[in-house]
């Protein structure tokens, strides 16, 4: 296991850490988050929201004479990067959203991190400038051209200190290569690709060619009345360049191999979990769609989520997952009063922590759920401004679903449906997570004694 990570329930205790966002009076839906990443070595975190901004938060150096106050994530830059656009073609209205952001692992003394809404995939450079040139010879101190007839001495350029800026600059912009929403984006382990995923196509991209992009995955029908499925999530293999999955809304796992075909519309392994008959209903198919695939750090399994569990999956085992967990079995007798309010589709993404040993998803109310994959125990932990003091301890919350509740459960009825925990990240390498809770960000760490 790697150190600092510890057994989830013996040893972690978790406690709050730090709160971004205003308090939730008047919040509009351009404030809502809606992606978390940590970048590969934890040091930035970034965020996207529905009104097209990226917030990058860095983590300050810890500071020698309060030990006890572990390095803080404060805001680094913020960037507008997708605006509203208008389709005029299909008169439809594309939104500035950030559904997606991955980072590059970083080269130079620069970030670079792609972003992407419906429709178009950027790629951001993100750098410091604490020095600005002075003494050009063309050009005078204000930049403009200066008369070459009067240039009589040449001058050395020197640089002068200045006050740090941060700029994010778009270095690439990779548009009109998606007919459908663009749901995943995920960085190949070579660094020169990446591959965007809409409910139909997968396209694989060169970071230096914006132009054209090569179609890998096509499941579009000749017929679209015959369209059964839509691609949900996509991602590369962590350490094997020709290896991606593609998971679909009927609840099934692709693996592909790029080495077999030019198209893998032919995948290389097909992951899925007989159907239990005894539990079919209306809502079976709706609830079995998965939203958000991921392969572990080892690559050795994936990790899917569906609306009302976590699987993990063996990459040698196709028949059915080595481990399922209840992420919030209590909303089974729910399903009805969910379907009309348009929860069920609620689209939860899932976390692996550094060392594969602990998964981490959302639930409503502004739960969260760790499960422990060594020990099998699991807990619910709450983002809530009640229990934003620094260094307070989260409380396990218990929900109750029928019969006496006791004093410190909360009954299945009184859940807040519209406080839902859909995006989190987890330190690659530490116990700190960050959760987004609407328009607030919450990072929680484990209690260092």
């Not at 099934?252 to 077999?260: E, G």
């Not at 993990?312 to 009805?336: A, G």
């Amino acid at each position: 296991m790697t150190p600092g990570f510890g057994s989830l329930m013996q040893d972690v205790l978790w406690c709050f850490s730090q709160i971004k966002g205003t308090i939730d009076t008047g919040v509009t839906e351009s404030d809502i988050i809606s992606t978390v990443e940590f970048n590969h070595t934890g040091e930035l975190l970034a965020t996207g929201d529905k009104g097209g901004r990226v917030v990058i938060f860095q983590r300050e150096q810890e500071s020698k004479n309060q030990p006890h106050r572990r390095g803080e994530y404060n805001v680094y830059s913020t960037f507008q990067s997708h605006e509203p656009e208008f389709d005029y073609l299909k008169s439809l209205e594309i939104e500035e959203k950030i559904n997606k952001i991955r980072w590059l692992p970083q080269q130079n003394a620069a970030y670079f991190l792609l972003s992407t809404n419906d429709k178009t995939v950027k790629l951001w450079k993100v750098s410091e400038r604490d020095k600005r040139p002075e003494g050009y010879n063309l050009k005078d101190e204000d930049g403009r051209l200066r008369d070459p007839s009067m240039i009589t001495v040449l001058r050395v350029p020197v640089l002068r200190p200045m006050d740090l800026m941060v700029e994010a600059t778009p270095r690439r912009v990779f548009a009109n290569a998606h007919t459908y929403h663009i749901n995943s984006i995920s960085v190949n382990s070579d660094y020169e690709t990446y591959m965007s995923a809409d409910d139909l196509r997968i396209n694989l991209w060169n970071f230096e060619i914006t132009n054209q992009s090569f179609n890998i995955v096509d499941i579009k029908p000749a017929n679209m009345e015959e369209l059964t499925e839509v691609i949900t999530a996509a991602e590369f293999h962590p350490h094997h360049c020709n290896t991606f999955v593609y998971s679909s809304s009927k609840g099934t796992i692709r693996l592909c191999d790029m080495r077999t075909a030019a198209l893998c519309d032919r995948h290389a392994k097909f992951f899925e979990e007989p159907e239990d008959p005894s539990n079919r209903s209306f809502f079976s198919e709706i609830i079995s769609s998965i939203s958000d695939v991921k392969f572990s750090h080892s690559g050795r399994y994936i990790m899917t989520r569906d609306y009302l569990t976590v699987k993990v999956w063996d990459l040698n085992m196709e028949n059915r997952p080595i481990e399922t967990y209840q992420v919030h079995d209590y909303l089974r007798s729910k399903l009805c009063s969910l379907y009309e309010n348009d929860c069920i589709f609620d689209k939860f993404e899932c976390v692996w922590n550094g060392s594969d040993s602990v998964i981490m998803t959302g639930s409503y109310n502004n739960f969260f759920r760790m499960f422990d994959r060594n020990t099998k125990r699991d807990v619910t932990l709450e983002a809530s401004r009640e229990n934003s003091k620094p260094r307070a301890i989260l409380k396990p919350r218990k929900v109750c679903v029928g019969g006496k509740r006791r004093k410190d459960e909360i009954s299945v009825d009184s859940l807040d449906f519209s406080k839902k925990i859909l995006h989190t990240a987890w330190h690659p390498s530490e116990n700190i997570i960050a959760v987004a809770a609407t328009n607030n960000l919450y990072i929680f760490q484990d209690k260092v004694n």
